[in-house]
């Protein structure tokens, strides 16, 4: 299957602080990518859409200025957490799809901690 | 949106034993998956199945469109078995965004 890479696995950050996350499809190319967070014993929530080259596309009650998600290419899209609070601990997924097929991948996540 | 129910939540098995899982939805869909988290978080593709039937080697899947659900099936469960199975459907019409389930916690026991 395809191969989705996520960096770094496991970030501290300082309360105030911003961490960026980045999400790599390795074997091909993602027009789009998904960005998920999961609180513990919890399941997967879809936060938004990225989309190469255009904005991307928040669910309802995800603040968009706080989590600023860039797709600049084929094969990348950040994630970046500003400003990061204790509440945004949390385990954050990507995930994305090989063009017309459509069964969808997943990094690896990324363990956030704000202390 | 469409709602993803998952039974059961938890599941004690002994190691040898078979298990049925399921997972139902709300709406039509065009996109059904099967996910394993193992303990580090990592979802593993178990299977593509948004009709039909699949097998791979002691796990097996069927969804039933028509009727809005699907099962997934572990015959002889090892210890490595355990952790967090998912269903996720993505609607018809819904652009491909995944929507998980509530998730079934597998514990296989020696």
């Known amino acids: 299957g395809a191969v989705v890479s996520q960096h770094p696995s496991r970030v501290i950050c300082k309360s105030g602080t911003s961490v960026k996350i980045e999400c790599r499809s390795l074997?091909?190319?993602?027009?789009?990518m998904f960005w998920y967070r999961q609180f513990p014993k919890q399941s997967l929530m879809l936060m938004a859409t990225?989309?190469?080259?255009?904005?991307?596309?928040?669910e309802q009650g995800v603040e968009k200025d706080k989590f600023l998600i860039n797709h600049a290419s084929l094969t990348l899209s950040t994630l970046t957490v500003t400003s990061a609070h204790p509440e945004d601990s949390s385990f954050y997924i990507c995930s994305a799809r090989d063009g017309g097929l459509p069964e969808a991948f997943f990094g690896q996540g990324t363990r956030l901690t704000v202390v | 949106g469409i709602q993803v129910e998952q039974s059961p939540p938890d599941l004690i098995l002994q190691e040898g034993a078979n298990s049925t899982l399921r997972c139902n939805f709300s709406d039509s869909v065009n996109n059904l998956q099967w996910f394993h988290q193992n303990p580090w978080g990592q979802l593993i593709n178990l299977f593509y199945i948004p009709s039909g039937t699949k097998q791979n080697g002691r796990l097996s899947a069927t969804t039933v469109a028509t009727e809005r659900y699907s099962l997934l099936y572990i015959s002889s469960s090892q210890t490595t078995d355990s952790g967090v199975y998912f269903c996720?459907?993505?609607?018809?019409?819904?652009?491909?965004?995944?929507?998980f389930g509530t998730g079934t916690q597998l514990k296989v026991e020696l």
């Open positions: 074997d091909f190319q993602a027009t789009t």
């Open positions: 996720a459907v993505a609607r018809t019409g819904g652009g491909n965004k995944l929507t």
């Open positions: 990225s989309n190469e080259g255009s904005k991307a596309t928040y």
